[in-house]
């Protein structure tokens, strides 16, 4: 399946009526945002963030060698991502960055859209300036421990979980127990079977499963749970711990978004930290002069918890607050790719950036596609619809077909109000000659009203009913493109389409733009 094989269309985010009010402000530049973050993106904010952004050549190698380290679970590395881990040494090489949780089998399929948008951006920048050398990079979200939001995906409508008992950071886990998902799948999948029985946790997995799938790309996955990369958070750790500075700043940006009629996307903590070990990953609160790490027996005095994170920055892990912060201490970073509540609470970070000198990058909108396989393309076609009509409700598709097949709208209002009228006309008649029969007219009207009301409903199931194969035809092909109601992204995974398109990730690539901050929609041919 290549784009040649495909009609490409783009809409506006707006008309697929599926993106929030702040990122439709967002991308028509509404000046109500301007305040929320730095740069928008265009070629020419890319050239001004490069003057800006500062990473020196320290960090760099400590970089280089955290990442070579983590490519040493890798056998084979791709020669596009060996050259762009040599290339993070230049000082005239920059990241754009994406991230996104270990998913097991990649979760939904916007972990790929991220990825690839994160490829394309990087390819346009290299165009625009040749001088510079751009890689793609995909932050692994490896100390979240919300096993649950991770540890399953749908497939071919079907969910598969991979059940454990281990706790703690999701990247440390052992891959033991995800033979028996490999097992129960219909099929099998080669990269994701040598990746979940050779490597010896999630982390590697997913860093083998991106390198399988992206490598030819160049695309470089970094762990941030690494004690050297650690020491550049230290001061951020230590200003966290004492003076719980981006919460209050947080909170001052909230205020600004709700006053401008913005919902928070996320929320603050006193202090944005957990406190990080084998098993374990657990807030870190203040409880008067102590702190403490909450489920544990662990307590600091303010001296033994800054001294703990000078000796051991490991085992302090940023939350959502603090995490994008430490991306851009540890990258060259020029801008990061996130879905639409991502964007969002990267809008309530800005002041944070500012108190710690950190240039805050570009944030950009993930690409969105619709891909319309040829069946379905088929039957939209036999419906005379075409793709942006399918983002409509399936109600008002009902109505729009019943216009095409000739059908006058159900709709018995005219004839309730006639009723109305002449009910009125009865009742003052009624009222001039006994007024006690004005009760009993308004009984013999709401009787009227009730029988046209049924008929009404009898009128609908009949017309539905003569038309109901059409009307199951637009029902499946709603669940096919929209399942459970959602756009296909956020439901279906990878395989789902790779299974019958090998090509699907190189077509993406083709047809990704991800300056031109439109929906694609892939409708094969």
């Known amino acids: 399946m290549e784009v040649t094989d495909m009609k490409i269309s783009k809409v506006t985010y707006a008309a697929t ?82 991230g996104h949780q270990l998913n097991i089998f990649t979760g939904p399929l916007y972990f790929v859209y991220k990825i690839v948008t994160a490829i394309n951006t990087c390819r346009q920048l290299k165009a625009a300036y040749p001088d510079y050398n751009f890689v793609p990079v995909y932050w692994m979200a490896t100390e979240d421990h919300d096993f649950a939001e991770i540890n399953h995906f749908n497939l071919f409508g079907k969910r598969y979980t991979w059940e454990s008992e281990q706790k703690g950071a999701v990247g440390r886990f052992a891959t033991a127990g995800l033979d028996k998902v490999l097992e129960e ?6 990269v994701f079977e040598e990746a979940y029985r050779n490597s010896k946790t999630l982390a590697d997995a997913t860093r083998a499963i991106t390198h399988a799938l992206f490598g030819e790309y160049g695309l470089v996955s970094i762990d941030g749970d690494h004690a050297e990369l650690k020491k550049a958070l230290i001061p951020v750790v230590e200003k966290e711990l004492t003076e719980q500075l981006s919460n209050r700043l947080v909170e001052e940006t909230n205020v600004q978004l709700e006053q401008l009629g913005y919902r928070p996307q996320v929320f603050s903590r006193e202090i944005n930290l957990f406190y990080l070990q084998e098993g374990m990953r657990e807030r870190i609160v203040q409880e008067g002069d102590r702190y403490s790490v909450l489920n544990t027996d662990l307590s600091f005095t303010q001296q033994e918890i800054l001294q703990e994170a000078q000796e051991h920055p490991e085992r302090f892990s940023p939350n959502v607050i603090l995490r994008p912060l430490y991306e851009e201490l540890v990258l060259p970073n020029l801008a990061y790719i996130g879905g639409g509540a991502e964007v969002a609470y990267w ?3 800005c002041k944070v950036f500012e108190a710690h000198q950190v240039t805050f990058p570009i944030i950009m909108l993930r690409n969105s596609a619709l891909y319309i396989s040829k069946p379905n393309a088929t039957r939209m076609h036999k419906l005379g619809l075409q793709p942006l009509d399918l983002f409509q409700d399936y109600q008002e598709l009902k109505k729009k077909l019943s216009a095409q097949l000739h059908e006058v709208e159900l709709d018995l209002e005219t004839q309730r109000k006639a009723v109305a009228r002449a009910f009125k006309e009865v009742e003052e008649l009624a009222a001039g000659i006994d007024p006690t029969l004005v009760k009993a007219v308004a009984a013999e009207q709401q009787k009227a009203n009730n029988s046209l009301q049924m008929l009404e409903k009898k009128l609908a199931k009949a017309r539905d009913s003569k038309h109901e194969q059409t009307f199951k035809q637009l029902e499946n092909l709603k669940d096919k493109l929209f399942p459970n109601g959602s756009l296909q992204e956020r439901q279906d995974n990878l395989l789902s389409y790779q299974t019958n398109h090998p090509n699907f990730i190189p077509a993406l690539v083709e047809a990704f733009d991800p300056l031109e901050f439109k929906f694609t929609i892939l409708e094969e041919e």
């Open 185 to 190: 799948l219909p099929e099998a999948f080669p």
């Open 347 to 349: 809008f309530q970070l």
């Open 17 to 98: 009526g599926a993106f929030s009010q702040t990122i439709a402000d967002y991308l028509a530049q509404n000046e109500k945002m301007q305040a929320f973050y730095h740069r928008f993106p265009t070629l020419e904010a890319f050239e001004e963030q490069i003057k800006e952004k500062t990473f020196d050549k320290a960090q760099r190698h400590t970089l280089y060698l955290a990442l070579q380290e983590q490519y040493g679970s890798v056998a084979d590395i791709h020669p596009a991502v060996q050259q762009h881990l040599e290339l993070l040494q230049q000082p005239n090489t920059y990241t754009v960055t994406t």
